[in-house]
């Protein structure tokens, strides 16, 4: 199985302008190795990381608000699961979570996994995700970790435990 990483510098706030880095990577990636069955995008790739307040006026519902029927497009053309970091409206008012948006190969929305352990600073913004989901995929199943969640070795127990084959680890690191 062939997974790839990308590796961007999202603009803060700037939707159409990360969408299209991330479309171009994702089919620029494709083309070098068409036999690629995950592509993973960093932490808030669709939104950048610096967004401040601004995160709860860009965060979009799952699993069919604003951009993400996109995304969902872009995994069924390219026949390869995405995991991509976008920052999610939660259905309580006001709730903004970090999350990754698990797409499998044929488009299908499969879940969100919002990041268990926010920093400090990142809690201003985002709510604490509770749950380590699994995600069956045609990559394996597989458990999301989210930047600081990948110090925690309790997550990636869980997902062991939970019969996960394959952990998936973005961030949004600024060295």
Request: hydrophobic share 45%; proline share 3%; glycine share 10%.
């Amino acid at each position: 199985m062939r997974i790839g990483g990308v590796q961007l510098s999202a603009s803060t706030g700037a939707l159409e302008d990360n969408l299209a880095s991330i479309e171009a990577s994702a089919r620029s990636a494709k083309a070098q190795h068409p036999d690629l069955s995950l592509l993973a995008f960093p932490e808030l790739a669709t939104t950048g990381y610096q967004c401040g307040a601004a995160f709860h006026e860009l965060a979009v519902s799952w699993p069919d608000g604003g951009y993400l029927p996109r995304l969902g497009a872009l995994a069924k053309e390219l026949e390869c699961v995405l995991v991509v970091g976008f920052a999610e409206r939660l259905s309580a008012y006001g709730l903004t979570a970090d999350s990754a948006a698990v797409i499998d190969s044929d488009g299908q929305m499969l879940g969100s996994y919002r990041k268990t352990h926010c920093l400090d600073r990142e809690r201003q913004w985002f709510v604490n995700g509770s749950s380590l989901p699994v995600f069956d995929t045609v990559a394996g199943r597989l458990g999301v970790l989210i930047c600081w969640d990948a110090a925690m070795p309790e997550a990636a127990r869980t997902y062991a435990l939970k019969g996960a084959s394959l952990l998936v680890a973005i961030g949004a690191w600024e060295d």
